[in-house]
């Protein structure tokens, strides 16, 4: 049996709650996702795939740190934080948010969580934000707490996880409603759930509030989950690109802004509430953007993995952008790819050339998402 040790990982890096139980179940390779170790790796990604959008798999997520802020000006706090106009969220609610810097620049697009009137959860993609809001803290004048809790997510994503959650948690977790979190426990280990997560198929995370308890955690739900079919898996390329969904420091970064990204939706510049940003992102908003996100189909033979460097666009001599994140789509029979070019080459169906590794390939801006575009799986 393979264990933890065999890897050869240091400290500097942490490990998750989950860590040793996803070596039990396979884990063969791991990368980095805020300085923490996530599992990149059960074997065949194509098979994960399709394991996910048939069946089920449980993700260990961990790495998707929350922030956790709270005290009297936690509300008012957390809106200064991004563009998104939050005064109709719930308690209980959650929404996908972005948090941007002075210059109206992503610095991350997390989940936003509210648990309380006073607490929420920003459950991150892979930036230091704990350290961005406590340092936007410090001169803000508000009555806030702002620190790293011991929460560590696991993602139970696909078709069949509602009846996974049902043999869990009995028929009541079948009202948890899309975006929205219950508190909860499972034989004594305390939860957040959630109907969120990073697929887009219908699914949950589940945030263990004990850190100890992670390996127990892990074992009741694929104890739970074995009649339907449920494996082991990592949060799979080919579903995400799919579907769109946005992979930090790949499809956006600090350069980036809403408005390039096409989630205009997400930001309100008329909410009487200010944000960090807002002066720009008004600038930014009547100036239009130089370039926009874009999705490609790219011809010839199946990509073999995603990429791993910035693909060059060109048309004529000519580059004009850079595709981001690509992968060859079983489902689609189809090489597809997301991409950032300049605002005069956006236009459906206009043809360019990219510059792989193995040489040049033609590509046409095509509708994103790929898959599902009213998100009706997740939904559910």
Avoid at 118 to 128: E, G, K, Q, R
Avoid at 244 to 261: K, Q, R, V, W
Avoid at 300 to 308: A, E, R
Wanted: proline residues 6%; contains cysteine; charged residues 20%.
């Amino acid at each position: 049996m393979t264990q933890a040790d065999d890897f050869g990982f240091g400290t500097q890096i942490r490990k998750s709650p989950y860590f040793d139980a996803t070596v039990r179940w396979g884990a063969k390779g791991f990368s980095v996702y805020n300085h923490m170790y996530i599992p990149r790796d059960f074997g065949d990604p194509v098979q994960n795939f399709w394991n996910l959008v048939n069946d089920a798999i449980l993700c260990d997520v961990a790495v998707e740190r929350q922030v956790e802020i709270s005290g009297p000006d936690a509300a008012a706090f957390v809106q200064m934080l991004t563009p998104r106009n939050l005064s109709t969220l719930a308690v209980g609610q959650c929404k996908y948010i972005l948090i941007t810097n002075a210059d109206g620049g992503v610095l991350n697009d997390p989940i936003l969580l509210r648990l309380g009137e006073n607490h929420f959860w920003i459950s991150l993609a892979d930036s230091d934000i704990l350290l961005w809001a406590q340092g936007v803290a410090v001169h803000a004048g508000m009555a806030v707490t702002i620190r790293e809790p011991d929460v560590s997510p696991l993602q139970l994503q696909g078709p069949k996880s509602g009846a996974v959650m049902k043999a869990l948690f009995g028929d009541n977790i079948l009202d948890l409603r899309y975006y929205w979190l219950r508190e909860i426990a499972l034989d004594g280990i305390p939860l957040i759930v959630s109907r969120t997560g990073w697929s887009s198929e219908l699914g949950y995370e589940l945030y263990l509030r004990d850190g100890s308890r992670g390996d127990e955690l892990w074992e009741k739900v694929m104890a739970a989950g074995a009649p339907y079919g449920l494996k082991p898996g990592h949060t799979s390329s080919i579903r995400r690109i799919e579907g769109g969904m946005l992979s930090y420091h790949a499809d956006a970064d600090i350069d980036t802004n809403p408005y390039e990204l096409g989630l205009d939706r997400l930001v309100d510049l008329d909410m009487p509430a200010d944000f960090i940003g807002k002066v720009a992102l008004h600038r930014i908003r009547a100036a239009g953007v130089r370039r926009k996100q874009v999705g490609l189909r790219i011809d010839g033979p199946p990509l073999t993995g995603p990429n791993t460097t910035f693909w060059p666009i060109r048309v004529a001599d000519d580059t004009i952008g850079k595709v981001t994140s690509a992968i060859h789509s079983p489902r689609l029979a189809q090489n597809i790819a997301l991409a950032m070019v300049s605002a005069g080459h956006a236009e459906l169906g206009t043809v360019v050339e990219v510059a792989m590794p193995t040489g040049s390939a033609q590509a046409t801006v095509v509708e994103r998402p790929f898959f599902d575009p009213k998100k009706q799986l997740a939904i559910g």
